[in-house]
């Protein structure tokens, strides 16, 4: 798989990951032994960047990861984490002393003495501006509690502080084919400042992949149920804050652009990996067939000139009116 650059952080991963939100909570039930194989299937068909958080299922998804860290060895392996989430989000959680307890969680939780990469989940917008939260960041490094920092955002004008601060190694945002707004400014900013580019939710909370319609239902336990209006977090979170309908009349816009060797899933993905400035896309997985999939997207060919424009298109029609000013 073709690797790219944390240029900050002094590592290079495969430019498709795997994002483990699923293996903890809000994606229906996903069984231990579902969520390990599903993992030795990513890292077999080479991924080597995983991401997960604190939060999701409250210290589930890191175990697990840990528990496969133990029966796979991390060689090669970045596994970034993050956290923040599991505090009311006032400005003044974000403090060294929480910091030093959060991430020696997460590092008893993942089974090691230094986090590859820890990233602050979608903080308050005060806190970009707060020195002495960075210090805080930096203090962490110097204590090789972690090996660097990163943040993720939910918007562009967060995006662009993070990146220039010169510590932060990564920037974690939405995007994907119904989210192209960080095209403008951020992956430039990024791409010239030598931070890193983590894309999630690049299947717009599984839209992108085309197995939904009108008729879907999900359940219960599933963020695409409870969170539709941003009543747990934040909307944009969830089919990345697009309209459900108005996404679905994407999807068949774009439909047809996949071809006959390439899953919808897959075109949607290859359409990030083409992007200048991304580092690395963490689709998430339920099995182990659709980790290989997401995973064997990084060998297939950039989507041609006529396909890019088409997704521009379709977002800029349907789409743009919607979202674009809103992250």
Known sequence: MEKRSFDRLGRSVGVVGLGAWQLGADWGEVSDPTALALLHAAVDAGVTFLDTADVYGDGRSERLIGRFLRERGDAGLTVATKMGRRVPQTPEAYTLENFRAWTDRSRANLGVETLD?????????????????????????AEKRVAGYGV???TCEQALTAIARPGVASVQIILNAVRLKPLDRVLPAAAAAGVGIIARVPLASGLLSGRYDEHTTFPADDHRT??????????????????????????RR??????????LAQFALRWIVDQPGVTVVIPGARDAEQARLNAATADQPPLTATELAAVRDTYDELIRPQVHHRW
């Open 117 to 141: 990469l820890v990233q602050l989940h979608c903080p308050p917008t005060p806190v970009f501006a707060d020195d002495a939260v960075f210090d805080a960041l930096d203090t962490l490094v």
């Open 152 to 154: 993720s955002v939910e």
């Open 254 to 263: 774009l439909a047809p652009l996949r071809g006959p060797d390439r899953t």
């Open 226 to 251: 409870y969170n539709r209006h941003g009543e747990a977090f934040d909307v944009g979170e969830t089919f990345s804050g697009v309209d459900y309908d108005l996404g679905l009349a994407a999807v």
